[in-house]
């Protein structure tokens, strides 16, 4: 189960992407980010304002994708690179949010409706696999002893 949850991120991730490639404002301006900016007072993010900054992160958010999804093939070794990933990428996008100063202007709904999504996903590869918080050193440990 947890190679699947890794596939669907993998591919989601993809169609985010292509979104932000072609149509960033879908996600920019979408019900969750409004609702998000309306509860933690985060300012929306303008699609308009760095259309080459956008379409790096769609580069960067469909390399991801497809890394993800090869991931899923590989399996049980893989899981923890694409766990430890996500983890960092939503501690610090929360980190960001909460602690940087407002006149820095960094911390946007976007951002924290990205950090909650790979929260989410982190939580559910660990549920399925608790072995990615050990980023495999039960397998080194078992190598060894047969040794």
């Known amino acids: 189960m947890a190679d699947t949850v890794i596939a669907l ?8 992407g292509v979104i932000l490639a072609f149509k960033p404002s879908i996600i ?7 609702k998000l900016h309306e509860l933690s007072g985060l300012h929306l993010s303008n699609a308009s304002v760095a259309p080459g900054f956008n379409h790096s ?10 890394g993800s999804v090869i ?29 940087a100063p407002r006149e820095w202007d960094i911390g946007s709904a976007t951002l924290l409706m990205s950090a909650l999504n790979h929260l989410v996903l982190s939580t559910a590869m ?15 440990e078992k190598k060894t002893k047969r040794a």
Do not use: H, Q
Request: proline share 4%; net charge positive; with cysteine.
């Open 126 to 140: 660990a549920w399925f696999d608790p072995d990615v918080l050990a980023f495999g050193s039960r397998n080194r």
């Open 71 to 99: 991931a899923a093939r590989i399996g049980k070794p893989a899981r923890p690179v694409i766990f430890s990933m996500n983890i960092t990428w939503a501690l610090l996008s929360l980190l960001t949010c909460i602690g």
């Open 9 to 16: 991120k993998g591919f989601a991730d993809i169609i985010v």
């Open 28 to 34: 920019y301006e979408s019900v969750l980010t409004r």
């Open 57 to 66: 992160i769609a580069c960067f958010s469909i390399s991801i994708g497809v």
